[in-house]
């Protein structure tokens, strides 16, 4: 399974910016895709996830601010990012999984999101 993301960007604090992350195959009828960022010098953490049933899961951090969503018929999963701050600044990495095994299982390539106050 191939990921592609897309949507980083530069954006002044207070904006939004909108990440898609296309998977090129899907491995089972039961998978879930998630968003993870890694911000410099600190180490990975997840940001949201969606389950092919639709259900979704959010970091507090997020909560009220970034809204996942996805098209199962397109294997594609949305990230809208609102209220954007500084402290938001990052990689941000999609990742593909089965639902029930604990690890993702693949990992895209990352899309850089830079948050200017």
């Known amino acids: 399974v191939q990921l592609q993301a897309s949507g980083g960007g530069l954006v002044q604090a207070g904006g939004s910016l909108r990440l898609s992350c296309a998977a090129s195959e899907r491995t089972s009828s039961m998978y879930r895709m998630g968003w993870f960022r890694q911000a410099p010098g600190k180490e990975r953490e997840f940001v949201a996830a969606?389950?092919?049933?639709?259900?979704?899961y959010s970091a507090d951090s997020v909560k009220g601010r970034f809204t996942i969503s996805g098209d199962n018929a397109k294997t594609t999963v949305y990230l809208q990012m609102n209220s954007l701050t500084p402290d938001d600044t990052a990689v941000y990495y999609c990742a593909y999984g089965t639902i029930g095994r604990r690890e993702y299982d693949y990992w895209g390539q990352g899309t850089l999101v830079t948050v200017s106050s």
């Open positions: 969606i389950w092919s049933g639709g259900r979704t």
